[in-house]
Structure formats: structure tokens, C-alpha cells
């Protein structure tokens, strides 16, 4: 059964560190664990260590794995990449939605029987998503709803299309929005808009001191929102 992703700090640290070496990675996810909710992890690291790593990183923290695949195959390889990812220890994933509604069936279906979550990605971060990604992201988002997807993605560089966002997933999906940082995001502008869980990569894992820097994010998120007397987006 996968961890439950709680919400709490409304972060979500992207380690994005295939080219680091275990052991400080390992120290990574240790100290930024109190004031994230969750570890999203991609392809490269991977690539880098092998599944297994999964694994490895779920003994250093008791937060969930995020395996943020971006699952877009046909529906049979789809299925199969979403098994191989949860049986290896993803205790989340995210989905392409724009791959179409079949694939993300399958891959929904498989997820939610062994327990885990999904994340269908409606809208990306990067200006590139704006060639045709923004052009359905609305629709993929309805799709998302219809067909039980868990959260969307969708994008903190563009705080004002999370309130749409929000209004058509409604208030019992997450939205996690990634972007904040180094592609220009301000962090709490998405949450404030809507979004559940913020996300942090460089900011955090190329810092001197992630721990640190973890934990300033973490606070200055909460001041922002408690500020606009925020209550949290339950699930
Ligand atoms: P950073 O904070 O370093 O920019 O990292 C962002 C993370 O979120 C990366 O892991 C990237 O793959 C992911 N991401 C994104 O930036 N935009 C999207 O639209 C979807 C993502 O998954």
C-alpha cells in the first residue's frame, strides 16, 4: 500500500540529483524530510541508480515517493510502466494527459489497484507548453476529474490559470504546481491561487545548506499564507 501524501508544508521537493552520489542524496532527503510532504524523483536519477533507488530512499524518509514518469504511452505500455514504477516503490506518479483518455484509463486503473495516486499533467511549467500544451490544458484537467485521477499538474510560472484550473478539478484533487524558483514562479503565488503543493527543485538541492533552505522556503510559505489567512485544500 502507498504512503499517503498529507498535506502539511504544501511543498513537495523535486530531488533532481542523478549527479550527486548516494550518500548525498541520501543526506539530502534526510534533511529537507521535516518541512517537505513529499520526494518527487524523475527519469535520470533512474537511470543513474535503477529502481532500487526507490527503495533506498523510502528508508531514509517516511514521506512518499513521487515517481514523476510522465507516463504518455500507448495504453498496454502505459500499464506496464505504472506497475513496473509502484512495484518497485513509487507511492505516487504522474501521468501525461495529453497522451489521451485510453492510456490514462489503463494507467489510473492499474495505479489506484495497487493503492497509489496519480497526478495527470493538464498544463506544463516551461514556455514550450505554450506551443499546444495550454491550447487543451482545461480539457485534460475535466478528463483528469472524469476519469478519478487523484491531482493535476499545472503550472506555478502561471499563478492566474490555477484558479480555472482549480474550479474544474474542484475542491477534492490536488493540484501540484511546479515551477517555482528558477524557472520564475514566486513561491505561494500557486498555492494562493489554488494549487495544493508547490514545487522546488534547484532552490532547495543547490543550495549550500538544503536543510536550510528547505526550512526557510517551508516558513516563508506558511507566513505568506497565513497572511491571506489560507486554510488549507484538503483532499
Ligand atoms: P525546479 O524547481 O528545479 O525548476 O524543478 C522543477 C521540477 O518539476 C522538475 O523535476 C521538473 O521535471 C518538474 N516539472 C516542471 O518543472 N514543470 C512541469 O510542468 C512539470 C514537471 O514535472
Redesign the pocket.
Known amino acids: 500500500m502507498a504512503r499517503p501524501l498529507k498535506i502539511e508544508n504544501h511543498i513537495i521537493h523535486?530531488l533532481?540529483v542523478e549527479d550527486k552520489e548516494k550518500r548525498q542524496i541520501f543526506r539530502i532527503v534526510k534533511d529537507v524530510s521535516p518541512y517537505v510532504d513529499a520526494i518527487?524523483i524523475?527519469t535520470p536519477l533512474i537511470f543513474r541508480y535503477g529502481g532500487s533507488i526507490i527503495g533506498e530512499l523510502k528508508e531514509q524518509t517516511s514521506l512518499p515517493i513521487i515517481g514523476?514518469f510522465?507516463v504518455g504511452d500507448i495504453p498496454d505500455m502505459s500499464r506496464r510502466i505504472v506497475k513496473i514504477a509502484i512495484d518497485s516503490g513509487a507511492d505516487g506518479l504522474?501521468l501525461h494527459g495529453i497522451v489521451g483518455r485510453d492510456s490514462m484509463t489503463a494507467c489510473i486503473k492499474v495505479a489506484h489497484e495497487k493503492g497509489a495516486y496519480v497526478f495527470m499533467?493538464a498544463?506544463?511549467?516551461?514556455p514550450g507548453?505554450l506551443d499546444f500544451m495550454k491550447q487543451h490544458g482545461f480539457e485534460i484537467a475535466k478528463m483528469a476529474r472524469e476519469l478519478g485521477s487523484d491531482g493535476i499538474?499545472a503550472?506555478a510560472t502561471r499563478p492566474d490559470t490555477i484558479r480555472k484550473y482549480r474550479e474544474i478539478v474542484g475542491d477534492d484533487m490536488w493540484i501540484m504546481s511546479?515551477?517555482?524558483?528558477?524557472?520564475g514562479g514566486k513561491l505561494g503565488d500557486a498555492i494562493l491561487a489554488g494549487a495544493t503543493f508547490e514545487?522546488?527543485?534547484?532552490?532547495i538541492y543547490e543550495a549550500p545548506d538544503p536543510k536550510q533552505a528547505a526550512k526557510t522556503f517551508c516558513s516563508s510559505l506558511k507566513e505568506r499564507l497565513a497572511e491571506k489567512q489560507l486554510i488549507s485544500t484538503s483532499h
Not at 123 to 126: C, I, K, V
Open positions: 523535486a533532481d518527487k524523475s514523476c510522465k504522474t499533467v498544463e506544463m511549467s516551461h507548453a499538474v503550472p511546479p515551477g517555482v524558483g528558477v524557472q514545487v522546488v527543485g534547484h532552490r
